[in-house]
């Protein structure tokens, strides 16, 4: 149980980003009043908690309905997650784990960005939506780990919602370089999941069956 507690969290913490989501509510809610901000950071992180844990609760079944098999979901998913652990190393941006230039540009023209772009897709980005169901898919019939799985991603959540209600301190106390640290270690683990994920699939898939 322990291990997959510590797996949930490095992946959600990875796909999620906390640091990542600070940074980018701190400038795009600059000009806004402290109460304001702390709405936003609330009603953004309650939103995307609803839509993570829809994916968690509806994710296999949505698999189901679609005719998709589990192994494809585990490669599938690693490939995803192997995407997103690049972007992370190398500090380039795709749009896996952030906004993209066009849509930070809409972004800072709007009033509230409780749904766009802090929910969604900040927050509850692709990586986020995918690890979810990837990581109950692992658990899965283990009621057990799966309320683990579930705690994890509350407790990186929570983290998010923290990380964002102190974004201009966490942002000036670690700075730029901190925060790349911090981003490229994770990287560096969550590519070496991704590849486990792949290599799980395949094994499960049976194609390489003799």
């Given at each position: 149980?322990?291990?997959?507690?510590?797996?949930?969290?490095?992946?959600?913490?990875?796909?999620?980003?906390?640091?990542?989501?600070?940074?980018?509510?701190?400038?795009?809610?600059?000009?806004?009043?402290?109460?304001?901000?702390?709405?936003?950071?609330?009603?953004?992180?309650?939103?995307?908690?609803?839509?993570?844990?829809?994916?968690?609760?509806?994710?296999?079944?949505?698999?189901?309905?679609?005719?998709?098999?589990?192994?494809?979901?585990?490669?599938?998913?690693?490939?995803?997650?192997?995407?997103?652990?690049?972007?992370?190393?190398?500090?380039?941006?795709?749009?896996?784990?952030?906004?993209?230039?066009?849509?930070?540009?809409?972004?800072?023209?709007?009033?509230?960005?409780?749904?766009?772009?802090?929910?969604?897709?900040?927050?509850?980005?692709?990586?986020?939506?995918?690890?979810?169901?990837?990581?109950?898919?692992e658990v899965s019939g283990d009621f057990l780990l799966?309320?683990?799985?579930?705690?994890?991603?509350?407790?990186?959540?929570?983290?998010?919602?923290?990380?964002?209600?102190?974004?201009?301190?966490?942002?000036?106390?670690?700075?730029?370089?901190?925060?790349?640290?911090?981003?490229?270690?994770?990287?560096?683990?969550?590519?070496?999941?991704?590849?486990?994920?792949?290599?799980?699939?395949?094994?499960?898939?049976?194609?390489?069956?003799?």
């Open positions: 149980m322990i291990e997959t507690a510590i797996l949930a969290f490095a992946t959600f913490f990875a796909t999620i980003g906390p640091p990542d989501v600070a940074a980018m509510f701190a400038a795009l809610t600059h000009d806004a009043s402290p109460k304001m901000r702390r709405r936003i950071a609330f009603r953004g992180t309650l939103i995307a908690t609803g839509i993570l844990l829809f994916f968690v609760v509806a994710g296999e079944l949505m698999l189901s309905m679609l005719g998709i098999s589990l192994p494809a979901l585990r490669i599938a998913g690693g490939i995803l997650l192997l995407l997103i652990g690049i972007e992370m190393v190398f500090a380039i941006s795709s749009g896996g784990t952030s906004t993209t230039p066009e849509e930070t540009a809409e972004a800072s023209s709007k009033q509230d960005i409780t749904v766009f772009p802090l929910a969604m897709p900040l927050i509850a980005g692709p990586g986020a939506m995918g690890a979810s169901i990837l990581l109950m898919s799966q309320i683990t799985v579930v705690g994890a991603l509350l407790f990186v959540l929570l983290l998010t919602w923290a990380s964002m209600l102190v974004a201009t301190q966490l942002q000036r106390f670690l700075g730029v370089t901190g925060m790349q640290v911090i981003s490229r270690v994770l990287g560096v683990l969550l590519t070496a999941l991704a590849v486990q994920f792949v290599l799980d699939g395949l094994v499960q898939s049976e194609l390489f069956a003799t």
